[in-house]
């Protein structure tokens, strides 16, 4: 029935809504006060809701933490599919760090709230590592190697570089959260140009090694 569709839809909808509101809110008590201080009533109450409420969606406040690493890992995922062709080796690796800065900085409080409980549990680590860095890594490394094929990179470990070069944008992403005031647009942009310059220098087929590959 069209509007029993219409009704399940719309009820989907409005949860998706609310998760989001009750996460957003999370997100920001706990990058202020520390997850371990939050409580779920603080939460409540920055997202305008009653404390059962957010029980109502969310069992407990780590189950709110896990939440936001899935929603980072949905949010890291979505545009990769969307970058300039492989090709084009500048304007890819480009989009991708640039990607992958921009997902940092539209999502600070979260990965503020995320980072410190990262480094202590094990089980939001491994969801972490799983959902967030694992699918870019593999990302990565699959381009690397199909370039490598192409003849347009040496050939290396691609995994190796892979963690490699998301390991260093992740460094400058943290410097961001420190002093986010640091960096401007313009000097963003000039950070994203130089590591592409730096990574694309050292995959590129050296001379030498065409005529290698040629004889």
């Known amino acids: 029935m069209p509007e029993a569709r219409d009704r399940a839809t719309k009820r989907k909808r409005l949860k998706e809504q609310r998760e989001t509101q009750i996460l957003d809110a999370a997100a920001r008590v706990f990058a202020r006060k520390g997850y371990e201080r939050a409580t779920t009533r603080e939460i409540a109450s920055e997202a305008g809701l009653s404390e059962g409420t957010i029980y109502n969606y969310f069992d407990s406040k780590r189950h709110l933490l896990i939440a936001m690493a ?19 080796e500048q304007a890819h690796v480009t989009a991708l760090i640039t990607n992958r800065f921009e997902l940092l900085l539209s999502n600070l409080d979260l990965v503020r709230a995320l980072m410190p409980q990262i ?27 199909k370039r490598e094929v192409a003849g347009a990179f040496r050939k290396v470990k691609a995994d190796f570089v892979a963690r490699a070069m ?31 310059g730096l990574f694309l220098d050292g995959l590129r087929v050296r001379p030498s090694e065409q005529k290698d590959r040629q004889s």
């Open 70 to 88: 899935v929603r980072l890992a949905l949010d890291s995922l979505q545009e990769l599919d969307s970058l300039p062709p492989m090709e084009d």
């Open 119 to 145: 480094l202590v549990d094990d089980d939001l680590r491994q969801e972490y590592m799983t959902k967030v860095l694992s699918p870019a890594i593999s990302y990565l490394g699959e381009y690397l190697k």
């Open 166 to 196: 998301i390991g260093a944008v992740m460094s400058f992403g943290f410097l961001w959260l420190q002093q986010p005031s640091d960096l401007d647009e313009r000097s963003r942009d000039e950070l994203v140009s130089e590591m592409v």
